[in-house]
């Protein structure tokens, strides 16, 4: 910070040191300050898709996704091939609920970039809200492509099978994840509902009291072992 203190004091019109300095203020979480560099930067330069985009990071922060988007759409008209652009709005729009319009984003980012793993994971996402499980999976297996080691995906992956009744694809999937993070609590959880789901009861207990020896507070395993326990008397 002190660095971009000291060149805008000698160049208060060095619009780079403004951005940049709006990024670090960003990382600080301090985002009103942040949003104040920014609008300095673009007041030199209304031109760069960078300052657009990164103001519309900020928003993207406040929650604000509607504002965030209208800021993307600036960058991504300065420079349609700003793949984090359409990824960031992609994101906002699936925030908003607008599932569709989301894909139609994550879709222009992963033409752009074919290996963008958190544009087909987030694209994942959205296709299960509208029920698309089966092009679902196959955007986290895009995912696991490139990054065999993707806990999220797996993870994903089992909550998937599970949806679609397949609790057998699902526990093999959510082994893979524990095998990554062996002390995921919602992993044990959802491997034991899993396994409740094969009626291997006695199996499921050990991996809900696995989750509760991890985070004894976590509330959806205490409810999943009152379930298991309910199927086995």
């Not at 985009?53 to 300065?78: P, T």
């Not at 989301?102 to 809200?129: E, P, Q, T, V």
């Not at 995906?153 to 699902?170: C, D, I, R, T």
């Amino acid at each position: 910070m002190e660095y971009y203190n000291k060149a805008l004091k000698l160049d208060p019109e060095y619009c780079e040191a403004w951005n940049n300095k709006g990024t670090a203020l960003k990382e600080l979480e301090k985002y009103e300050e942040a949003i104040e560099c920014y609008d300095k930067a673009l007041e030199l330069n209304p031109d760069n898709a960078s300052i657009w985009y990164n103001k519309g990071n900020v928003f993207s922060k406040f929650r604000n996704y509607d504002e965030a988007i209208a800021y993307y759409n600036k960058s991504i008209k300065l420079d349609p091939k700003f793949s984090n652009a359409w990824y960031n709005k992609g994101n906002a729009l699936k925030e908003l609920e607008k599932y569709e319009e989301a894909i139609k984003c994550y879709n222009r980012a992963i033409k752009l970039d074919s290996k963008f793993s958190s544009a087909w994971f987030n694209k994942g996402i959205a296709l299960g809200h509208l029920g698309r499980y089966n092009e679902e999976l196959e955007c986290f297996d895009k995912v696991l492509e490139s990054d065999s080691m993707n806990m999220d995906a797996w993870y994903a992956k089992g909550l998937v099978f599970l949806q679609l009744e397949k609790p057998q694809k699902s526990l093999d999937c959510l082994n893979k994840a524990l095998e990554i993070d062996p002390k995921n609590v919602s992993v044990w959880n959802y491997k034991g509902i899993a396994l409740a789901e094969l009626e291997k009861y006695e199996e499921a207990l050990k991996c809900i009291d696995k989750a509760l020896e991890l985070n004894p507070d976590f509330e959806p395993a205490k409810k999943s072992k009152e379930k298991i326990l309910a199927s086995m008397s």
